[in-house]
């Protein structure tokens, strides 16, 4: 059983930088997909960033790009999302996911992913 937990939400000010985790268990995440995605009120969950377990591919929303970086660490298991340069509209549940098919084609869509987080709050005050 794939286990996916984040931490690193909070209250921050605009222009400030935050650090998300991901920590993932439960099987061998190398040949897995793994992201990014956040939700606000109201709205749709859209992607944020994407990466490849076995290479580090990586990939961003366009509204984040230059921001945030997406990264992991094999020896811990964990996936990390380091947020730089927040904005008001960054505030958002944000979402751990992991796929265990074939992804990168479907990487922006919530459907190409079969595991889930439970999601951590982001709010940025401006």
């Known amino acids: ?19 998300l985790s991901c920590a993932a268990s439960g099987r061998t995440f190398s040949n897995y997909g793994m992201g990014w995605f956040r939700q606000a009120p109201g709205k749709d969950r859209e992607f944020v ?9 990586t990939d961003y929303a366009d509204s984040v790009k230059g921001r945030f970086t997406i990264s992991r660490d094999g020896a811990k298991n964990t996936v990390y999302l380091q947020m730089d340069s927040l904005k008001s ?10 796929s265990s098919r074939p992804f990168w084609s479907g990487r922006y869509r919530a459907g190409g992913y079969n595991y889930w987080g439970q999601g951590t709050q982001v709010t940025v005050s401006s």
């Open 89 to 98: 509209e960054d505030s958002a549940v944000y979402y751990c996911a992991a």
């Open 1 to 19: 059983q794939v286990q996916l937990v984040e931490s690193g939400g909070g209250l921050v000010q605009a222009g400030d930088s935050l650090r």
């Open 49 to 57: 960033a994407a990466i490849t377990w076995s290479v580090g591919r």
